[in-house]
């Protein structure tokens, strides 16, 4: 819960401001809280901190608005917009919008699985390429960094199985996956990528029939941007009590332009 909130003093500035016709400095606020002004101060700044209000200079001014002698003072107000600072409830959006696709039949994992390929395409984007319009990146997202390229990949060639693979890796590592690579050997790639957590555990509990297909269509789309000669053909959900484990296999002939 937001700072802000969570203190009724701070709360008790924050409605001032609200309340006031312009902005106010900090003797104004400490009069209409009934504080000590340094209270108010250290209210103020802590608000300037999260974002919630404006620190401003304001030029003295005579009767009439013309400016006077003196030095500006400092006045605070509200910053322009929603209040950001409240409660989220994004879990219930995503069950809300899980719940409506799960209604729509046999089709919904065929469709959760397009939207994690989409998704998975995008993220192995480099910087420069532009975003595909079905997935388009909210700004208030945290979205992991863009993939970086081998610098044994020359440029403009596809990355050999092995480089591929960690890539993906490094891809789910900063989606919050843990992941680990297992089986293969020498210069080759891992049969498995071990998944040690989930960052959708609660939603894959409840709509894992979505959830983890759309997990393994990111996998796949990933792989297919990136020119991979391999794929993630299979993904166990909760192959162990702490684990799921997706599976890697050659990528057919074609796969990445049909992805």
Partial sequence: MAAAQGNPRRRDVLDVLRSA??????AETAERTGVHPNTVRFHLDALVAEGRVERRT????????RPGPGRPRTVYALRPGMDRAGVRGYHLLARMLLGELASRGPGARDAAVRT???????LAQPPSRSQPQAVPRAEA????????????????????????????????????????????????PPRRIRLRHCPFLELAEEYGELV???????MQGALAELGAPLTAS?????????????????APAGAAAAE
């Fill in 58 to 65: 304001e030029e003295p001014r005579r009767a009439g608005r």
């Fill in 141 to 188: 997202l945290p979205l992991p960094r863009p993939l970086p390229t081998p610098t044994s990949t020359p440029s403009g060639s596809s990355p050999t199985a092995a480089e591929s693979a960690d890539r993906l890796v490094a891809l789910l590592g900063d989606l919050g996956f843990d992941p680990v690579s297992e089986g293969g050997g020498g210069d080759g």
């Fill in 21 to 26: 016709a312009g902005p106010l400095g900090v």
């Fill in 234 to 250: 299979g993904l166990e959900p909760f192959a162990t009590a702490e684990s799921c484990l997706a599976h890697l296999a050659a």
């Fill in 116 to 122: 994690g390929r989409a998704w998975g395409r995008s």
């Fill in 212 to 218: 983890c297909p759309l997990h393994l269509g990111l």
